[in-house]
């Protein structure tokens, strides 16, 4: 694939070099932990600069906690862990109002979403009531509890896990809430040498025991503003508009993606762009984050969806239209 054409100038602006180093160090740190999963660390961090969140779908085990708590570690910023149950309640949470009677009035007590990195584990595990609970936190980056709007500080990421559907016990999210998510992606098996190492290492005990912060929420703060003057050209959103519009005419799928998706695909690469230290988007940055990013927001239709065919047949459906139509050049 051909790059496109891009003024001759810098990577990326001089003064910006000590953030960019930042996140170098971000990715390593996390890379010493997570062994062999050099895209998944960096959609991870996508989801971040991007403002966005990320859900982790695969089975048990294979790292998906560890990776989320990685992340956090390395970047010095709050974490909070939230375990899914069936019995789990908004309230716990968000947070609730508790009558203070020394006071006389009513206080306030933030629930564990109050923290820069919130791990959702096995979120498709609660019912769907709790589960909307995040809606308004992962698309305005606020809470409302009792008539009063509580701001989450930036940066505010959230990464869910989920165990595959058919797992006993598990309650499938609404679309509503799988379009919050940025990026969907799955870890797999770790590679034979990679696991290996995993089994030698992890014998003297918890890696993530050794982990250290290697940078600020300032630092995250202004990388994920740097991500704002990433160029992406006519071209690609032009691009972008047709893969876009080739979902919504796929006899595959019931429903496309949306505008929200649209944007939330764009604003990704640019990110991703920005991580691989370029002031601008080239093509092959669209097309590796297709699937990630577009996936989960499309419907399959009915007569697929008797067949038992799910993520697959609309990640097969996404990678047809991707071949089909051309990239810029």
């Known amino acids: 694939?051909?790059?496109?054409?891009?003024?001759?100038?810098?990577?990326?602006?001089?003064?910006?070099?000590g953030a960019l180093a930042a996140l170098r160090r971000v990715e390593d740190a996390v890379a010493s932990v997570i062994r062999g999963k050099e895209d998944a660390i960096r959609f991870a961090l996508t989801a971040l600069l991007a403002r966005g969140h990320l859900l982790i779908e695969d089975v048990p085990g294979v790292g998906k906690t560890t990776l989320a708590r990685a992340v956090a570690r390395s970047l010095g910023c709050t974490f909070r862990r939230i375990q899914f149950t069936s019995d789990l309640l908004p309230s716990d949470i968000v947070g609730v109002s508790t009558f203070d009677q020394e006071g006389g009035r009513f206080e306030f007590r933030p629930g564990p979403i109050f923290a820069n990195v919130v791990l959702a584990d096995?979120?498709?595990r609660t019912t769907p009531r709790t589960q909307s609970s995040l809606l308004e936190a992962m698309s305005?980056?606020?809470?409302?509890?009792?008539?009063h709007t509580h701001t989450l500080e930036a940066p505010f990421l959230v990464i869910a896990t989920q165990n595959p559907l058919e797992h006993y016990g598990t309650y499938p999210l609404p679309e509503s809430q799988m379009d919050r998510f940025l990026l969907?992606?799955?870890?797999?098996?770790?590679?034979?040498?990679?696991?290996?190492?995993?089994l030698v290492e992890r014998g003297g005990g918890d890696a993530l025991e050794h982990l250290?912060?290697?940078?600020?929420?300032?630092?995250?703060?202004?990388?994920?503003?740097?991500?704002?003057?990433?160029?992406?050209?006519?071209?690609?959103?032009?691009?972008?508009m047709q893969v876009v519009h080739e979902t919504r005419r796929?006899?595959?799928?019931?429903?496309?993606?949306?505008?929200?998706?649209?944007i939330a695909w764009t604003r990704a690469a640019q990110a991703y762009a920005m991580i691989c230290e370029r002031e601008y988007c080239l093509p092959d940055d669209l097309k590796m984050l297709a699937i990630p990013a577009l996936a989960h927001r499309v419907v399959l239709g009915a007569h697929q969806e008797s067949l038992g065919r799910t993520r697959d047949e609309a990640e097969r459906a996404l990678a047809e239209i991707l071949e089909r139509v051309p990239v810029p050049i």
């Open 1 to 17: 694939m051909a790059p496109l054409t891009v003024p001759a100038r810098p990577a990326v602006a001089a003064d910006s070099h």
């Open 122 to 124: 096995e979120v498709n």
């Open 140 to 147: 305005d980056g606020q809470v409302s509890v009792d008539t």
């Open 184 to 198: 969907r992606i799955r870890l797999g098996y770790p590679g034979r040498d990679d696991e290996r190492r995993l």
């Open 212 to 240: 250290r912060a290697v940078t600020d929420a300032e630092t995250v703060r202004v990388l994920q503003g740097m991500v704002d003057n990433v160029r992406i050209q006519d071209r690609l959103v032009d691009y972008a």
């Open 250 to 262: 796929s006899p595959v799928l019931a429903l496309g993606v949306s505008p929200r998706g649209a």
